[in-house]
């Protein structure tokens, strides 16, 4: 069975610190791992899918990285309005469904 | 364009109405899906349709009955629901093209059951 398993649950920055979040998984063949954004009240905003491991993906102050058993998203000077729920989810090679981890809730303070 | 959209934004209603959500993409994506989520808990998978064909079904009970009427609307059709119901409703759409995979959310109905 796939599991997605995302740390920290909760992460507090101030504005311009660099951290990253942490996104591993277990997974029979890996399609493809996805990266969401969500802010409250409003549907998954699709930021990255990464396919093998090596990848990088960037976007803005966003980089997303993919080894074979974990992912990383790296918030390079985040801002305030990167403040949100970043949620990870994988798919396997032999399948159409989505199964994500539980999220990160990131706030960053001015 | 890579937009979902959903009708309507919230709804409320009676344990014996019957309602139905709307979904709409026209990004030409083949699958579609709805999903439903609680309060700070990820999108739990529902149901699934593959070129109009639902696909997969998630064990969602009867009173939930999903219907693809073309390859660009997804409906989800409510009755007799139970408060316990009450959650946001997403629909996505995905594509394979090019090696490159996409699943786009739409904004979500916040369904609330009295």
């Known amino acids: 069975e796939d599991q997605v398993t995302q740390s920290p649950e909760a992460l507090r920055l101030q504005e311009g610190e660099s951290s990253s979040l942490n996104c591993s998984y277990t997974?029979?063949?890996?399609?493809?791992l996805f990266w969401y954004r969500q802010d409250p009240g409003k549907g998954p905003e699709f930021l990255f899918t990464?396919?093998?491991a090596g990848e990088e993906k960037e976007k803005e102050r966003l980089k997303a990285t993919l080894t074979k058993k974990e992912s990383f998203l790296h918030i390079t000077a985040p801002k305030p309005e990167d403040s949100a729920t970043y949620l990870c989810?994988?798919?396997?090679?032999?399948?159409?469904?989505?199964?994500f981890g539980e999220g990160t809730q990131l706030t960053v303070n001015p | 364009d890579t937009e979902v959209t959903q009708t309507p934004k919230h709804l409320v209603m009676g344990m014996t109405n019957k309602k139905s959500l709307k979904c709409e993409q026209h990004?030409?994506?083949?699958?579609m899906y709805w999903y439903k989520q609680k309060a700070k808990k990820p999108p739990e998978l529902m149901f699934v349709y593959s070129y109009e064909k639902l696909s997969i079904n998630e064990s969602v009970p009867s009173r939930f009955s999903p219907e693809c009427p073309n390859s660009s609307l997804l409906n989800l059709h409510l009755h007799a629901l139970q408060p316990e119901d009450s959650a946001l409703y997403l629909c996505?759409?995905?594509?394979?093209?090019?090696?490159?995979?996409?699943?786009?959310f739409g904004p979500g109905t916040r369904l609330l059951v009295l």
């Open positions: 997974v029979s063949g890996l399609r493809g």
């Open positions: 989810a994988v798919k396997e090679t032999s399948g159409s469904r989505l199964t």
């Open positions: 996505a759409s995905s594509q394979k093209w090019g090696g490159q995979e996409t699943q786009y």
């Open positions: 990004m030409g994506h083949r699958a």
């Open positions: 990464l396919y093998s």
